[in-house]
C-alpha cells in the first residue's frame, strides 16, 4: 500500500498562492488515481480536485475550478495541488488520497480511495 505525505500548507494573505505536494512511497505510483480533498473545521470533508494515473485527466469542484490546478509527475512519485486566488473559505486542512485504478478516476467520495495522507493545514486570511 501507498504511503502519502503532504507538504506545502501555511498561512497566505487572501488573493495569494501555494502550491500543494503530495509525495508517494511504498507503491507503483503510475498505477494510482490521486485525489486532494480538504477539511475545514466542523465540516464533512469534501472533494477538491482528482487526476488520472497519466495526469492527462482531471476534474475539479466547482467551488476551485479556474483557481486550483492539480498535476503529477510520476518520475518523482509526487502529485500537485496549485492553488491560486485564495480566499479566506479555501482554509481547511488538505489531503491527498490515491486508489489503484488506471481505468477510473476523479471520484469525489472519500471511501473510494485506500490510502491518505496526513493532511496539511492552509490558512487563508482576509
Known amino acids: 500500500q501507498v504511503q502519502l505525505v503532504e507538504s506545502g500548507g501555511g498561512l497566505v494573505q487572501a488573493g495569494g498562492s501555494l502550491r500543494l505536494s503530495c509525495a508517494a512511497s511504498g507503491g507503483t505510483f503510475s498505477m494510482y488515481a490521486m485525489g486532494w480533498f480538504r477539511q475545514a473545521p466542523e465540516k464533512d470533508r469534501e472533494f477538491v480536485a482528482g487526476i488520472n494515473w497519466s495526469g492527462g485527466r482531471t476534474s475539479y469542484a466547482d467551488s476551485v475550478k479556474g483557481r486550483f490546478t492539480t498535476s503529477r509527475d510520476n518520475a518523482k512519485k509526487t502529485v500537485y495541488l496549485q492553488k491560486n486566488s485564495l480566499e479566506p473559505e479555501d482554509t481547511a486542512v488538505y489531503y491527498c488520497?490515491?486508489?489503484?485504478?488506471?481505468?477510473?478516476?476523479?471520484?469525489?467520495?472519500?471511501?473510494?480511495?485506500?490510502?491518505w495522507g496526513q493532511g496539511t493545514q492552509v490558512t487563508v486570511s482576509s
Open positions: 488520497a490515491a486508489r489503484v485504478d488506471q481505468r477510473t478516476w476523479g471520484s469525489e467520495a472519500p471511501d473510494w480511495y485506500d490510502s
